[in-house]
């Protein structure tokens, strides 16, 4: 069973780079079948697709974020990795990796989440 697990700094200051980290256990995150997204939901608010990065390394962003957004990967630690720039308060939110099956085309494993507050 695959196991994604989010890291990082539950508080950011306004204005700084939000960085987070998911580490896949089990799987490679380059196994051709998969890619792999950062989902965030802030409180109170639906889902909200942020990117992903697919097998090769390839990435696609949300077009609403593809300015302040970075996804890249780790492939030696098996990690994928976020940044958005410049955060501000309504960045707050829950933040999920989230593997992508690419056959379906749907999310099938998703980490537990982590809590970022951007204070100001």
């Known amino acids: 069973q695959e196991q994604l697990q989010e890291s990082g700094p539950g508080l950011v200051k306004s204005s700084q780079t939000l960085s987070l980290a998911c580490t896949v256990s089990?799987?490679?995150?380059?196994?051709?079948?998969?890619?792999w997204s950062w989902i965030r939901q802030p409180r109170g608010k639906g889902l909200e697709w942020m990117g992903v990065?697919?097998?090769?390394?390839?990435?696609d962003y949300n077009p609403s974020l593809k300015s302040r957004t970075l996804i890249f990967r780790d492939t030696a630690k098996n990690q994928i990795s976020l940044q958005l720039r410049s955060a501000t308060h309504d960045d707050t939110a829950a933040y999920y990796c989230?593997?992508?099956?690419?056959?379906?085309?749907?999310?099938?494993?998703w980490g537990k989440g982590t809590l970022v507050t951007v204070s100001s």
């Open positions: 989230v593997r992508v099956n690419k056959r379906s085309l749907a999310g099938d494993y």
């Open positions: 089990s799987g490679s995150i380059t196994d051709t079948n998969y890619a």
């Open positions: 990065i697919d097998y090769d390394g390839t990435s």
